[in-house]
């Protein structure tokens, strides 16, 4: 579970909103595999994940194209990266992967998240707010 902490502020209002939603969704998926949960019941949680971030992924890459962000094209290297296996964890769950192989894909989105929020999307929110996008 990930829990919604000060620190994942960035001052930008729709990024900071975004984020708490997909920590939702995560903690909903967590809370799926930890009850008697069917495969296609965690599979359609994921595939609620992945289609949340990656229209959250849209609208972050359409804004570093407006405003010239500089960096964007290693932090839509990171966003792919996180759809796929973000599908493959879906993937897995509808083949009937058990719990173990839920649980520790459940620690890697855990630990991208909390990384690439306070690093990589805090590093483009002072560049919104340079912009005087909050």
Same mark, same amino acid.
């Given at each position: 579970?990930?829990?919604?902490?000060? !620190? =994942?502020?960035?001052? /930008?209002? /729709?990024?900071? @909103?975004? #984020?708490? @939603?997909?920590?939702?969704? *995560?903690? +909903?998926?967590? *809370?799926?595999?930890?009850? *008697?949960?069917?495969?296609?019941?965690? &599979? &359609?949680? /994921? %595939?609620?994940?992945?289609?949340?971030?990656?229209? #959250? =992924?849209?609208? +972050?890459?359409?804004?570093?194209?407006?405003?010239?962000?500089? %960096?964007?094209?290693?932090?839509? +290297?990171? #966003?792919?990266?996180?759809?796929? +296996?973000?599908? @493959?964890?879906?993937?897995?769950?509808?083949?009937?992967?058990?719990? %173990?192989?839920?649980? !520790?894909?459940?620690? $890697?989105?855990?630990?991208? /998240?909390? #990384?690439?929020?306070?690093?990589?999307? %805090?590093? $483009?929110? !002072?560049?919104?707010?340079?912009?005087?996008?909050?």
């Amino acid at each position: 579970m990930i829990a919604w902490e000060p !620190k =994942f502020a960035l001052g /930008v209002e /729709v990024m900071d @909103r975004q #984020h708490q @939603r997909l920590i939702e969704l *995560a903690n +909903e998926l967590a *809370a799926r595999m930890g009850s *008697a949960a069917t495969g296609d019941e965690i &599979a &359609a949680c /994921v %595939r609620a994940l992945t289609d949340y971030t990656a229209r #959250h =992924f849209w609208m +972050e890459e359409r804004l570093m194209a407006d405003t010239g962000y500089e %960096r964007s094209g290693l932090h839509g +290297e990171q #966003h792919q990266a996180l759809l796929r +296996e973000l599908e @493959r964890l879906g993937e897995q769950m509808l083949r009937g992967a058990g719990t %173990r192989r839920g649980m !520790k894909a459940l620690g $890697f989105l855990r630990d991208w /998240v909390t #990384h690439h929020i306070q690093l990589s999307d %805090r590093d $483009f929110a !002072k560049h919104l707010i340079s912009r005087g996008i909050l």
